[in-house]
């Protein structure tokens, strides 16, 4: 039977206190609303609906998917409303699934359960929690489901019901239509609440069935910044022991930063307080040392991170030796036994094989060979303000310190540069290029005296 999913996404998140929508507040540096999406899309669902309001436009430009539906909700008259406003684009035939856009954490083995569930009957997500306060609780009479109660409606002895209404819930369409054409906004809100098609079930003698929620965070709503920042931890908590799981060493669970995927081989190391974004690949026997950030990138095998290194979109060899303290920008690849120390940055530049820049240098738009040495305070000047340009450096070639090669140049196989020269021609292979003004010592000569009246 074909399954469609309404997502509703249209509320303010005025407790965010921000211009943001509610839905696009980030989790891990993705919008809430996309770990929703991503789960409806594994569903493979033959419509997928966004009901959208306050800040629509910027909630659909990021989400620019063809097998997205859209519907405005113009007014926010409650989550019934919400669904009726995407009823229009839901078929008679099948089911419908309905999730928030602000519950992003949703476990795809529960929703399955529950689905099946909702073949036939109306069946809702449900969860026992210690302290079911500001939820809407769960009224059983022998073991049946009788109505869902908002706690603002609670009496007494419903607060103490523990079974909470997760708000999640999944329908025969043509039930569906039906109750929703049937609600009615008579409470103290005003509003059409989507929890009333509970009653017009059991109205119609049909069983409403319920599915449990293996976990908290899987049903939790996101409604401020603190929630925000506790949802992070969980995530960052579980995706840390994800990587466990897989063999990997993170020193500390509770001190780690996974902002995209990261696919670890053997034996990895991961260090207090580090930053993963986007797609990282760390191959096996990697160690990645304290507060390193990497960012789209490939740690080939054996290969260490030294720390507060910073590596973005680059491809890093086996057998490496990054930082402490540098900085691999985008388009750099290193191929094995390279040494990158501190304080050296690293643009769009290929570094051949046991090749070392040990420290405080710049190197870029560059093509370095194998076994060479850079020393010191190296600068590779590849912009003439204007343009930039391409700077060539053959095997076996010695850098010395505070060289300065101004691009575009080429140094030849072999070649040493002596300490402290401005490079502005290509470099002979083999021969030592030195480009500085000769040194000049001034005998006799008498250092200045501070003016005593000053």
């Known amino acids: 039977?074909?399954?469609?999913?309404?997502?509703?996404?249209?509320?303010?998140?005025?407790?965010?206190?921000?211009?943001?929508?509610?839905v696009l507040?980030?989790?891990?540096?993705?919008?809430?609303?996309?770990?929703?999406?991503?789960?409806?899309?594994?569903?493979?669902?033959?419509?997928?609906?966004?009901?959208?309001g306050y800040g629509g436009d910027l909630v659909k430009k990021t989400f620019p998917s063809p097998h997205i539906q859209w519907v405005e909700q113009k007014?926010?008259?409650?989550?019934?409303?919400?669904?009726?406003?995407?009823?229009?684009?839901?078929?008679?035939?099948?089911?419908?699934?309905?999730?928030?856009?602000?519950?992003?954490?949703i476990d795809q083995k529960t929703i399955e359960r529950l689905v099946i569930k909702g073949q036939k009957n109306l069946a809702v997500l449900t969860y026992s929690k210690k302290d079911p306060k500001g939820y809407g609780r769960i009224?059983?009479?022998?073991?049946?489901?009788?109505?869902?109660?908002?706690?603002?409606?609670?009496?007494?002895?419903?607060?103490?019901?523990?079974?909470?209404?997760?708000?999640?819930?999944?329908?025969?369409?043509?039930?569906?239509?039906?109750?929703?054409k049937r609600l009615t906004n008579q409470n103290v809100q005003k509003e059409y609440y989507l929890t009333d098609i509970v009653g017009l079930s059991i109205e119609d003698n049909?069983?409403?069935?319920?599915?449990?929620?293996?976990?908290?965070?899987?049903?939790?709503?996101i409604n401020s910044k603190s929630e925000l920042a506790n949802m992070e931890r969980d995530y960052q908590l579980m995706t840390a022991k994800t990587l466990m799981d897989q063999g990997v060493t993170i020193i500390d669970p509770s001190r780690i930063d996974i902002r995209g995927e990261v696919t670890a081989g053997k034996d990895v190391t991961i260090d207090v307080g580090c930053i993963f974004e986007g797609k990282v690949v760390l191959g096996n026997h990697v160690k990645v040392a304290a507060y390193s950030h990497i960012k789209d990138s490939i740690i080939g095998d054996h290969s260490s991170i030294e720390p507060y290194s910073h590596i973005d979109e680059s491809k890093v060899g086996s057998h490496c030796r990054?930082?402490?303290?540098?900085?691999?920008?985008?388009?750099?690849?290193?191929?094995?036994?390279?040494?990158?120390?501190?304080?050296?940055?690293?643009?769009?530049?290929?570094?051949?094989?046991?090749?070392?820049?040990?420290?405080?240098?710049?190197?870029g738009d560059s093509l370095v060979g194998k076994s060479v040495n850079i020393g010191a305070g190296t600068i590779t000047c590849n912009y003439d303000g204007a343009n930039k340009h391409p700077t060539t450096i053959e095997d076996d070639v010695f850098i010395g310190s505070n060289t300065a090669l101004v691009a575009p140049?080429?140094?030849?196989?072999?070649?040493?540069?002596?300490?402290g020269s401005t490079i502005t021609k290509d470099a002979p292979p083999g021969d030592?290029?030195?480009?500085?003004?000769?040194?000049?010592?001034?005998?006799?000569?008498?250092?200045?005296?501070?003016?005593?009246?000053?």
């Not at 919008?31 to 997928?48: Q, R």
């Not at 009224?139 to 909470?164: A, H, L, T, Y």
């Not at 049909?206 to 709503?221: H, R």
């Open 25 to 52: 507040q980030p989790l891990a540096h993705k919008p809430l609303l996309g770990y929703v999406i991503d789960a409806s899309m594994s569903f493979k669902p033959k419509e997928l609906v966004v009901v959208y």
């Open 409 to 419: 140049v080429k140094i030849g196989k072999g070649a040493t540069i002596g300490a």
């Open 322 to 363: 990054i930082g402490p303290f540098a900085r691999l920008r985008p388009g750099t690849k290193l191929q094995s036994h390279v040494h990158i120390g501190n304080f050296v940055e690293i643009k769009n530049s290929e570094i051949n094989d046991h090749t070392n820049i040990n420290h405080l240098s710049y190197v």
């Open 75 to 105: 007014e926010q008259l409650g989550t019934g409303h919400a669904v009726q406003q995407a009823a229009p684009l839901i078929k008679d035939e099948g089911n419908t699934l309905i999730l928030y856009g602000d519950v992003p954490l």
């Open 206 to 221: 049909i069983e409403v069935l319920s599915e449990s929620a293996d976990n908290e965070v899987s049903i939790t709503g």
């Open 139 to 180: 009224v059983r009479k022998d073991d049946r489901i009788q109505k869902i109660v908002e706690e603002k409606d609670c009496d007494e002895s419903q607060k103490n019901i523990k079974e909470i209404n997760t708000g999640i819930m999944c329908a025969p369409n043509h039930l569906l239509k039906n109750w929703l």
């Open 432 to 454: 030592l290029t030195v480009a500085r003004s000769k040194q000049t010592s001034i005998s006799g000569w008498t250092k200045p005296t501070k003016n005593k009246e000053t």
């Open 1 to 22: 039977m074909s399954l469609s999913i309404v997502i509703l996404a249209a509320g303010k998140g005025t407790r965010m206190r921000s211009d943001l929508p509610k």
